[in-house]
């Protein structure tokens, strides 16, 4: 199956601080990726829509100043979470579609951000 | 509003056991249904895409089925290593390759 891969798995910052999340699929080409949230026992929330080459589209509440994505080769996608704040803690997760009929999302581990 | 509804939202079973869980969904124009599991601290797993009425897809102890308002996934004689949160998810029409995900069932099987 189509492996994704995520760095760091986890992480702890300091409130203010800037923390990036390098989101990679390992042994296919992914022209679309998907940044995630999700809390505690809660399913996962989707935050953005990331394009190789072109500017993330950002559901309906996420600042895109705040969470900035880069999708800039078919196999690299990064979130950096900016001047980041007690309350951004989460786990984040990233998905990598592949081709085909749909397409079909692969999700990577996972990274658990705690900001103090 | 396309929507997902998973059932019941934790189930507890005995090794061997055998259920079923529950995923209902309202969506315009459904191009294919996703049932992934997830395991704490984890991302989720694929399991299965389904994209028409009546398809089937069998891996294991799981198998999930597809109707035009809802799928199950049938888990026989489960085992502990089954236990996982089991998400849904739907990809609607449109052009986007968005999903839409249930809340999940957290499924404990127990020896």
């Known amino acids: 199956g189509a492996v994704v891969s995520q760095h760091p798995s986890w992480v702890i910052c300091k409130s203010g601080t800037s923390v990036k999340i390098e989101c990679r699929s390992l042994?296919?080409?992914?022209?679309?990726m998907f940044w995630y949230r999700q809390f505690p026992k809660q399913s996962l929330m989707l935050m953005a829509t990331s394009n190789e080459g072109s500017k993330a589209t950002y559901e309906q509440g996420v600042e895109k100043d705040k969470f900035l994505i880069n999708h800039a080769s078919l196999t690299l996608s990064t979130l950096t979470v900016t001047s980041a704040h007690p309350e951004d803690s989460s786990f984040y997760i990233c998905?990598?579609?592949?081709?085909?009929?749909?397409?079909?999302?692969?999700f990577g581990p996972g990274t658990r951000l705690t900001v103090l | 509003e396309d929507q997902v509804t998973q059932s019941p939202e934790a189930l507890r079973l005995q090794e061997g056991e055998s259920s079923s869980l529950n995923c209902s969904y309202t969506v315009s124009g459904l191009r294919g249904l996703f049932w992934y599991r997830q395991d704490p601290g984890k991302g989720p797993e694929f399991l299965f895409t389904l994209y028409s009425a009546g398809e089937e897809k069998e891996k294991e102890r799981l198998k999930a089925t597809l109707t035009k308002k809802e799928s199950f996934l049938h888990i026989t004689a489960p085992k502990p290593e089954d236990s996982a949160t089991y998400l849904c998810?739907?990809?609607?029409?449109?052009?986007?390759?968005?999903?839409?995900f249930g809340a999940g069932t957290r499924l404990a099987v127990h020896p």
């Open positions: 998810a739907v990809q609607a029409g449109g052009g986007y390759n968005k999903l839409i």
């Open positions: 998905s990598a579609l592949t081709s085909g009929r749909g397409g079909t999302q692969y």
């Open positions: 042994d296919f080409q992914a022209t679309t």
